[in-house]
């Protein structure tokens, strides 16, 4: 019976003191109130009544959002910027002893890091160099965490806040800053507007020269190919003029007339000519042997 209750004892004590420690965490250990050792990730067996864990360390990176700092600027303004810091523990040993209350620790020295660097700016370069801040604040609370097993690995300031009267001021300003590029852009708007409608007109004009080109083009154009025609058609006439007078004399020359006949005609010719109309009738000298001519027609008759 003895043997089954140390039995029993033995298994609870083990049982309860059997650790895993998960992941991303690391355990202090102490032994009889020292510092043991470390236990990282797994499966551990600390020694009954005399180890105990101390300190259970996360790994993880974790984030402090501290409270707005009153701080002072080089041209005597006073205002307030609140930062958050991204850290790390490197060495859970440093962490446990190297510090009372790393958080607290790490929430003065930000405090007093902030001071020091804003107190060598003027207000408007405090507002307009927050990476030079972030970056100066990073490297001095990293340097001086080092010791307590902590590694800084990004610093923000989250919030400037100068004084109402300023803030007013900037506030006006910025309107006034708004006013200005919107006067400037409404100005740069009507002068592209003007550039564009003279583009136009002149483009305008520039198309209605050219149609009127091309309308004086197509009309010269025309006007010749009507004076071609009509000197075309004039040729053709001449030609065909040309060939009936060349047809009658091929007939003459084939009935083969003797001059008589070719006197009468003349003077038929010459009758239509008159046509009666005349007063005074010239006869040329060709017809003169007219009346020998009628007599030997009238001889012919009878």
């Known amino acids: 019976m003895v043997i089954i209750i140390i039995l029993a004892i033995v298994v609870i004590l083990l049982a309860t003191n059997i650790k895993v420690v998960p ?20 499966l551990h067996v600390k020694v009954p009544l005399i180890d105990k864990v101390a300190e259970k360390i996360s790994l993880k990176e974790q984030v402090v959002d501290f409270p707005p700092q009153p701080v002072i600027t080089k041209d005597n303004v006073t205002m307030q910027i609140d930062t958050v810091i991204f850290f790390q523990v490197t060495d859970p040993k440093l962490y446990t002893y190297g510090v009372e209350r790393p958080l607290s620790a790490i929430d003065y020295l930000t405090a007093t890091t902030l001071r020091n660097i804003i107190g060598d700016l003027e207000l408007d370069e405090t507002l ?28 923000e300031v989250k919030n400037i806040l100068p004084p109402k009267e300023i803030q007013n001021a900037m506030e006006k300003q910025m309107k006034a800053e708004r006013e200005k590029r919107e006067s400037i852009l409404i100005a740069e708007g009507q002068k592209n507007s003007s550039i564009l409608v003279a583009e136009g007109k002149k483009t305008s004009l520039i198309l209605e020269a050219e149609a009127e080109k091309q309308a004086q083009i197509l009309r010269a154009e025309a006007k010749k190919e009507a004076s071609i025609r009509e000197a075309e058609g004039e040729a053709q ?16 020359k084939d009935v083969q007339l003797d001059k008589n006949v070719l006197t009468l005609k003349s003077f038929e010719a010459f009758e239509k000519a008159a ?13 003169q042997n007219l009346a020998g001519l009628t007599s030997s027609l009238t001889e012919i008759n009878k």
């Not at 992941?23 to 797994?42: C, F, H, K, M, P």
């Open 275 to 287: 046509n009666g109309q005349a007063t005074k009738i010239i006869v040329p000298s060709d017809i």
């Open 128 to 155: 307009t160099s927050r990476e030079i801040i972030n970056t100066q604040m990073r490297s001095v609370l990293d340097e001086a965490t080092d010791p307590w097993g902590i590694k800084i690995n990004r610093v």
């Open 237 to 252: 006439a001449i030609i065909s003029i040309q060939g009936a007078t060349a047809k009658g004399l091929k007939m003459i």
């Open 23 to 42: 992941q991303a965490y690391s355990y202090i250990v102490e032994r009889l109130g020292a510092y043991q050792t470390t236990w990282g990730v797994g």
